[in-house]
C-alpha cells in the first residue's frame, strides 16, 4: 500500500490515484502530478464537510496532509530541473513540515513514507547553505485558530498542535509589540531564512549531475534512495607549478614554497547514488 491505511472504504480512489501521482513524478511529468493532487485535495474535502463525526475528519486531514507532501515532492524536483535552487530548497522545507506533521498523527510504518524522509534527508546534505536569519519577536498574546481565545488561557479548551474534528490547533501571533532580536543561526526551526540565496553557485552542481543522470536515465526521482556525499582530493587545475624559491605566480609576493604550493590539490564532494525504486511495477499497482 502507497497510500495511507485511511478511509479506505469511505475514499477508495486515494489509493489508486496516490501510485498515479507517484508514477507521474517517476516519470518526471510534474504538472500532471500537481493537477491529480488538487483532485484528490478536493474529493477530501468534499467527504470532510459531508461528515460530523470528529475521527473521521481527523483522518481527512492527515491524508490531505499526505498529499501536500507529494505536492511539494512534485514541486520539489520540478523546481530542481528549472534550476531554481533557492526555490527547491523552500519545496524541500515543505515537504518536512508535512512528513513531521504526518509523523506526529500517522503511527502505522508506511513504505512511502520511509522513501521520501530518507531521500530528502539525504538531498538536503547537498545544499551550501550554512547560515540563516531569525527573527525574535515580543508578543502581547498568541490567538487560537479555533475559538479565537488566548490560546494560553483557561478560556481556551484547545492544546497547540493537536487535532480538533479535522482542524488543528495554531497558535496566532496576535500584537506583535516589538523586534526582540535579529540573529544570525546555523540551526533555525525555518531553513527557509537563507542569507543570499544565490542559484548561480558552483555548489549546485551536485544537483545539475542529479538531474544529469535522470536525462541518462540512469534513475529517475523515485528510483534512488539517497545520494551520499564524499569529499575526494582531486589536482587542481589551475593550479601552475613553480621552483620552490621563485615568487609565487599570485602575486603574493611571497615565495612558491612558502604560499600556493599546498594547494596544488583540493577537496572535492563525490556523490554516489543508492539505487532503489519505490515503485516496483507500474502495471501491477491498478
Known amino acids: 500500500m502507497y497510500g495511507l491505511n485511511l478511509l479506505v472504504a469511505e ?19 510534474y504538472d500532471y502530478a500537481l493537477k491529480l493532487v488538487g483532485e484528490a ?15 473521521a475528519k481527523n ?8 498529499f501536500e507532501l507529494l505536492k511539494s515532492l512534485a514541486s ?8 531554481k535552487y533557492y526555490d527547491s530548497w523552500c519545496k524541500l522545507q515543505d515537504a518536512f513540515d508535512c512528513l513531521r506533521q504526518l509523523k506526529q498523527f500517522y503511527k502505522e510504518e508506511n513504505n512511502t513514507l520511509q ?30 485558530s479555533l475559538c479565537s481565545q488566548n490560546i494560553d488561557s483557561d478560556n481556551c479548551p484547545h492544546v497547540k498542535g493537536q487535532l480538533y474534528s479535522g482542524e488543528m490547533a495554531i497558535a496566532i501571533a496576535r500584537n506583535i509589540k516589538s523586534i526582540d532580536h535579529l540573529a544570525i543561526v546555523t540551526n533555525p526551526k525555518n531553513k527557509r531564512l537563507v542569507l543570499a540565496p544565490d542559484d548561480s553557485r558552483q555548489e549546485f552542481n551536485l544537483l545539475r549531475l542529479l538531474i544529469l543522470e535522470f536525462n541518462a536515465k540512469k534513475c529517475c ?3 534512488f534512495a539517497q545520494v551520499h ?12 607549478r613553480a621552483p620552490r624559491n621563485s615568487p609565487c605566480y599570485c602575486g603574493s609576493g611571497k615565495k612558491y614554497k612558502k604560499c600556493c604550493i599546498k594547494s596544488e590539490q583540493i577537496p572535492h564532494l563525490h556523490m554516489d547514488i543508492s539505487l ?4 516496483e511495477s507500474r502495471a501491477s499497482q491498478f
Open 11 to 29: 475514499l477508495p480512489s486515494t489509493q489508486k490515484t496516490t501510485v498515479e501521482i507517484l508514477i507521474h513524478i517517476s516519470t518526471r511529468d
Open 41 to 55: 485535495q478536493t474529493e477530501i474535502n468534499e467527504y470532510k464537510t459531508s461528515i460530523t463525526e470528529g475521527v
Open 59 to 66: 483522518n481527512c486531514f492527515i491524508y490531505y496532509v499526505f
Open 76 to 83: 520539489y524536483w520540478k523546481c530542481v530541473e528549472a534550476e
Open 115 to 144: 522513501f521520501i524522509t530518507r531521500q530528502l534527508l539525504s538531498v538536503e546534505k547537498i545544499y551550501p547553505y550554512k547560515y540563516f536569519s531569525s527573527c525574535g519577536f515580543i508578543v502581547r498574546q498568541f490567538e487560537c
Open 221 to 223: 526521482p523515485l528510483s
Open 229 to 240: 556525499l564524499i569529499e575526494k582530493i582531486r589536482i587542481d587545475p589551475d593550479h601552475q
Open 276 to 279: 532503489a525504486a519505490l515503485l
